[in-house]
């Protein structure tokens, strides 16, 4: 079993930053794809940030110049750091990674739990 953790969300000021981290724990032989959606309420979750194992990334033209994906693959740890957030930046952020068990064949998509972004006006 595998889960991921999320932190870091909170209510911060329109031009504030953020960090948020995930955390893969458990039976993991490795983690290829470690990525960052968000779902505002009444809309689609869509994808923020993406990162591979060798570290090419892929930021969504919404947030791009304004939030930075990282990971620690010695944690199994993915970053978003975000600045410059606006009100519209507001969801809840939620990480995924494409994980290859040490007890399952093959590799699975996990979730996190989410965590709250709120940017005030």
């Known amino acids: 079993q595998v889960q991921l953790v999320e932190s870091g969300g909170g209510l911060v000021q329109a031009g504030g930053s953020l960090r948020l981290s995930c955390a893969a724990s458990g039976s993991i032989f490795s983690i290829n794809f470690m990525g960052w959606y968000r779902q505002a309420p009444g809309r689609q979750r869509e994808s923020v940030a993406s990162?591979?194992?060798?570290?090419?990334?892929n930021i969504a033209d919404s947030v791009k110049g304004r939030f930075t994906i990282s990971r620690d693959n010695a944690k199994n740890t993915v970053y978003l750091q975000m600045i410059s957030l606006k009100p519209e930046d507001t969801a809840a952020y939620y990480c995924?990674?494409?994980?290859?068990?040490?007890?399952?064949?093959?590799?699975?998509?996990?979730w996190g739990q989410g965590t709250q972004v709120t940017v005030s006006s």
């Open positions: 990162i591979t194992g060798g570290g090419s990334t």
């Open positions: 995924a990674a494409e994980v290859s068990s040490t007890i399952l064949p093959g590799s699975k998509l996990y």
